[in-house]
């Protein structure tokens, strides 16, 4: 009984799905750092509203990121069918860090919107991600390939959450 579970462990590529996973780990870290400072970033843009009104605007931040979320990964998944699926998640982290770059110096609230859209746009590599695992892994090691994605954002939020 131990030789086949063995075997079956021996079949599974570890490195490869620890790879994935580190790459969505640092997506999600990055927004757990990066969204709940969104009001307070909205009130230096606009110190003028109430604070009932700056939900309002941060939303537009919020929103801008998975618009261009939902819109980027058609085109990612095009990109990865044609160019390959690692080529496509070293772009896509690549353009992660640019964008978070970019909205660190984010100038006014409009530049902001625009930087997350792009953002969004250009970090489509959760959908990449499972399909890479999906082809890499055998179809008796999916539920524990699949597990790293929730893994990976879960521990992104904990120690984010206990960092600060």
């Known amino acids: ?30 927004g757990s750092v990066i969204y709940p400072i969104l009001p307070f970033l909205t009130h230096d843009f606009y110190s003028y509203l109430k604070s009932n009104q700056l939900g309002y605007h941060a939303g537009f931040l919020t929103s801008g990121h998975f618009l261009g979320n939902f819109l980027g990964s058609f ?26 770059l970019m909205f660190g110096f984010s100038f006014s609230f409009a530049w902001a919107v625009f930087v997350l859209f792009l953002g969004g746009m250009l970090g489509g590599n959760l ?5 890479y695992l999906y082809e890499m892994c055998p179809s008796k090691m999916h539920a524990a390939a699949f597990a790293v994605v929730s ?14």
């Open 1 to 30: 009984m131990a030789d086949k579970t063995n075997s079956r462990w021996s079949q599974f590529p570890f490195k490869q799905v620890a790879v994935v996973g580190t790459i969505l780990f640092s997506e999600d870290f990055g």
């Open 127 to 131: 959908g990449i991600a499972k399909t």
């Open 75 to 100: 085109v990612w998944g095009k990109l990865a069918d044609k160019f390959g699926r690692r080529p496509t998640l070293l772009a896509g982290s690549i353009s992660t860090i640019l964008t978070y």
């Open 151 to 164: 893994v990976a954002s879960g521990l992104a939020h904990v120690v984010w959450g206990s960092s600060s």
